[in-house]
C-alpha cells in the first residue's frame, strides 16, 4: 500500500468523514419516515397508550417486551415531542448516534493501522446499524451498551484496576441490565 494512501486512510480526518457519512446515513433513515412494522406498532400502542404503572409493572400485551428503562425513555419522549413517528424514533436514532461516537473511539482503542479505518467503515454504512437506528425496539440501545461496556473493558485491562474503576464498571453494567430486553416468559 502506498506510503501518502496509508497515511490518508489512517488520518484522524478519514475518522472523522466516516463518524459524518455514518451521522447523514442515519439522519437520512430517520427523516424518511418509513411505516413502522408490526412488532413496532404492537409496541408503540403500549408506549403510547397504556397507563404508566402498568407499562412499568405489567407484562406488555400482544406478546410484546421491551425493557423497563426504554419504556420510560419511550414515554417520556413521546409525553415532550408529542405523539408521533418521530419522537417514538427518537431514542433509538440518539443512541445510534452515540455508538457512533463511541465506535470510533472502540476501533482506535482495539486496532491498528487501517483497522479503525475499516471498521468504522463498516460500522457507519452498514445497514443493520442503520436500520435499527429508525427501529422503534432496543436494538440500538444494546448497541450502544456493548459498545460502551468494551470500552469500559479496556479501560480496566490498560490501567491499574483501581477500587473506582471497577465500581464504575459494576455501575454501568447494573444500569445496562434496567435497558436489556427481559427473558420471555
Given at each position: 500500500m502506498g506510503t501518502s494512501l496509508y497515511r490518508a486512510l489512517t488520518?484522524?480526518?478519514?475518522?472523522?468523514?466516516l463518524v459524518l457519512i455514518g451521522v447523514i446515513l442515519r439522519?437520512?433513515?430517520?427523516?424518511?419516515d418509513t411505516a413502522l412494522y408490526l412488532d413496532e406498532i404492537l409496541l408503540s400502542y403500549s408506549i403510547l397508550?397504556?397507563?404508566?404503572v402498568d407499562l412499568l409493572t405489567r407484562p406488555l400485551p400482544?406478546?410484546?417486551?421491551?425493557?423497563l428503562g426504554f419504556l420510560i425513555i419511550e414515554?417520556?419522549?413521546v409525553t415532550i415531542f408529542g405523539h408521533n413517528e418521530f419522537a417514538l424514533r427518537l431514542f433509538p436514532f440518539a443512541c445510534a448516534i452515540v455508538s457512533l461516537l463511541l465506535f470510533r473511539r472502540?476501533?482506535?482503542?482495539?486496532?491498528?493501522?487501517?483497522?479503525p479505518t475499516i471498521a468504522l467503515f463498516v460500522f457507519a454504512i452498514g445497514f443493520p446499524f442503520i436500520r435499527y437506528s429508525v427501529v422503534v425496539k432496543q436494538y440500538e440501545l444494546d448497541v450502544m451498551a456493548a459498545i460502551l461496556l468494551m470500552l469500559i473493558a479496556f479501560n480496566l485491562r490498560d490501567r491499574w484496576t483501581a477500587?473506582?474503576?471497577l465500581l464504575l464498571w459494576v455501575l454501568s453494567d447494573s444500569l445496562s441490565s434496567v435497558f436489556r430486553k427481559p427473558p420471555s416468559s
Open positions: 488520518a484522524p480526518h478519514t475518522l472523522t468523514a439522519l437520512w433513515a430517520y427523516l424518511a397508550d397504556l397507563p404508566l400482544l406478546d410484546q417486551v421491551a425493557p414515554r417520556c419522549s472502540l476501533a482506535e482503542r482495539a486496532l491498528t493501522g487501517v483497522g477500587t473506582k474503576r
